[in-house]
């Protein structure tokens, strides 16, 4: 089974079934984090589209959880940008515009540059190891045609890079920025690439590991800028998806 196949709650990290009776703690704060993570990823994965609606009752049934418990979920996903609330039309997953993606990477320029030099002189082989593992396993994926799941391997390669900066807000930032970069990617990229290199990041893992902070953020800057200029801005329809089959057991 691939990773796009996998139940919610697998892809999540739990092991545990995606359904279950509501009991007491049907809706308590475990099983809500088990939710948001599913839907999270399966927007990060692309199996829930820039603009596909997200119907309170269909996920409340999908999920087996109250009403109450999913709108909780949805507004922390619209509190992180990756849904859209709107006044009597509902949940929708976020459709970024031309300008919010050029806001986008403009961020990413500023921290992800900006944190390169204390990258470099805080990364041990085992974080370079780790991070070669991922970079590898996301180009096998995208030769493999699995660019959804390409996609999030490459956001959670930039994530785990700032993670080794030493300053946890900037890396939460970086994070969030880079879940917003996959719907954009999802939204205006073009199919069978990235928008980079495929070597794009073993290259940046060489400048840190030689320590060369400055040459690793002239990489990102422009690692950053291939991605951006790759888009291909198009108008696209919203849609309404098989939410009982994107969270299929």
Do not use: W
Request: charged share 30%.
């Amino acid at each position: 089974m691939t990773e796009r196949q996998q139940s919610p709650d697998a892809v999540a990290g739990r092991g545990q079934p995606a359904r279950r009776r509501r009991g007491k703690d049907g809706d308590g704060a475990q099983r809500h984090e088990v939710i948001y993570r599913a839907i999270s990823n399966a927007i990060v994965e692309h199996r829930l589209r820039p603009g596909a609606r997200l119907r309170e009752d269909a996920l409340a049934e999908v999920f087996d959880i109250s009403r109450t418990g999913i709108r909780k979920i949805l507004q922390r996903l619209a509190h992180e940008q990756l849904v859209t609330l709107t006044p009597r039309r509902g949940a929708s997953v976020t459709r970024p515009t031309a300008e919010e993606a050029r806001d986008v990477f403009a961020a990413r320029q500023l921290v992800e540059c900006g944190i390169m030099a204390d990258i470099a002189r805080r990364m041990t082989d085992a974080d370079a190891r780790a991070l070669r593992e991922l970079a590898a396993r996301e180009r096998q994926l995208l030769k493999q045609g699995e660019q959804s799941v390409a996609i999030k391997l490459s956001a959670e390669f930039h994530e785990r890079l700032a993670g080794l900066c030493g300053n946890a807000t900037l890396a939460e930032f970086v994070g969030r920025l880079c879940s917003r970069s996959s719907l954009i990617l999802a939204v205006y990229g073009s199919a069978g690439h990235l928008g980079c290199e495929s070597h794009d990041h073993d290259e940046l893992i060489g400048h840190l590991e030689a320590g060369r902070g400055e040459r690793a953020a002239a990489f990102m800057g422009r690692h950053l800028k291939a991605i951006e200029a790759s888009l291909s801005i198009e108008e696209a329809l919203d849609e309404a998806p098989d939410l009982r089959q994107i969270f299929a057991q």
